[in-house]
């Protein structure tokens, strides 16, 4: 059990020991809705790629945004380009899964929701001509989106990313772990 459950059960522990059942009941219904996925790295890397296979660019930009605002944004800022080219990366994730796919229009809404934030960004300018290439898989500026390879190293580069993240964050939870943990032997010797 990770050290965020562990706490989670021992917040849930104490309010049933305190008779405040409704609120038990808006806690797991909260965390039945929690966005950070306990901080398991692996469920959310997994919600990223249910969003990017079932099309759902405003989900996908919304949990994005929840990391960018929960965690990346209290990174020091010599993360911020490394943060800002998994974003991109993902994005390219998507349209690529979207021309592999056929859904033209997942290309045609993607760029009309983007373009004003993307429009100056150097990295994405080659980009706004996807929707116009018959075979973007073989033109060389987008060949190796395409391949399984930058794929698969996509999504071992986003978990470790946020692994190392989840890492640092998990620390201070673990230290309230502990410290929870010593309050009833504490409270024992008083």
């Known amino acids: 059990m990770s050290h965020v459950q562990h706490v989670d059960e021992?917040?849930?522990?104490?309010?049933?020991?305190r008779?405040?059942?409704g609120t038990v009941k808006a806690?797991?219904?909260e965390l039945k809705v929690d966005k950070d996925r306990s901080f398991r790295v692996d469920k959310i890397v997994e919600q990223l790629m249910q969003f990017i296979y079932a099309y759902d660019l405003n989900s996908l930009k919304e949990l994005w945004t929840h990391l960018d605002q929960r965690m990346f944004s209290k990174l020091e800022h010599n993360f911020t380009p490394a943060?800002?080219?998994?974003?991109n990366a993902v994005l390219?994730?998507?349209l690529v899964n979207a021309v592999v796919s056929g859904k033209a229009d997942?290309?045609?809404?993607?760029?009309?929701?983007?373009?004003p934030e993307l429009i100056g960004q150097p990295e994405w300018k080659e980009w706004f001509m996807l929707p116009w290439m018959k075979n973007p898989e073989e033109n060389?500026?987008?060949q190796v989106h395409f391949t399984r390879h930058w794929q698969d190293t996509l999504l071992v580069s986003l978990h470790n990313f946020l692994a190392t993240i989840f890492q640092v964050r998990c620390i201070t939870v673990s230290q309230v772990s502990a410290i929870m943990t010593l309050v009833p032997v504490t409270n024992l010797l008083l």
């Open 19 to 21: 008779g405040f059942s």
């Open 83 to 87: 943060v800002r080219k998994l974003e």
């Open 10 to 17: 021992l917040i849930r522990e104490y309010l049933l020991y």
């Open 106 to 115: 997942k290309v045609t809404e993607f760029f009309a929701r983007f373009t």
């Open 27 to 29: 806690f797991d219904s």
């Open 140 to 142: 060389p500026v987008f």
């Open 92 to 94: 390219k994730f998507y």
